[in-house]
């Protein structure tokens, strides 16, 4: 599976090297699976893959007036794609995105990856 790494700034590549070693083997009953050019940015499980990029820029659509929901205490705006949906933490001191094939709808893997985001990631201001 080839998954573009994020380039994270340099106070944040600590914290995304972090996050990605502190995340479960499974998310959503996936196993963690190869990824084609490694990154300690990156994580992937199943086939199609639920992906977790640390570092990633802030969403274009994400603005003061987006909606954020939250998942065991993190939070998160929410893109509809093509092909699934794009999840992106709100309110951390680092963004990081979660890519979620269609074929995982209506599941949720975020509830999986909320304890590693929520360790790893600081607030700096939760959703309200």
Known sequence: MDLTAPTPQANARTICRDLISHTPDVVDGQKRREIAHP????AAWGDPAITLSCGVPKPEA?????ECFE???????????ADGYRFTTIGRKVYAQVMVPKKYVPSDPLVD???AISDQLPVVQPCV
Request: aromatic share 14%; glycine share 8%.
């Open 113 to 115: 990856l909320s304890k």
């Open 71 to 81: 998942v065991n205490g993190v939070g998160w705006f929410s893109e509809k794609q």
């Open 39 to 42: 990154s300690p940015y990156t």
């Open 62 to 66: 994400l603005n003061a007036a987006s």
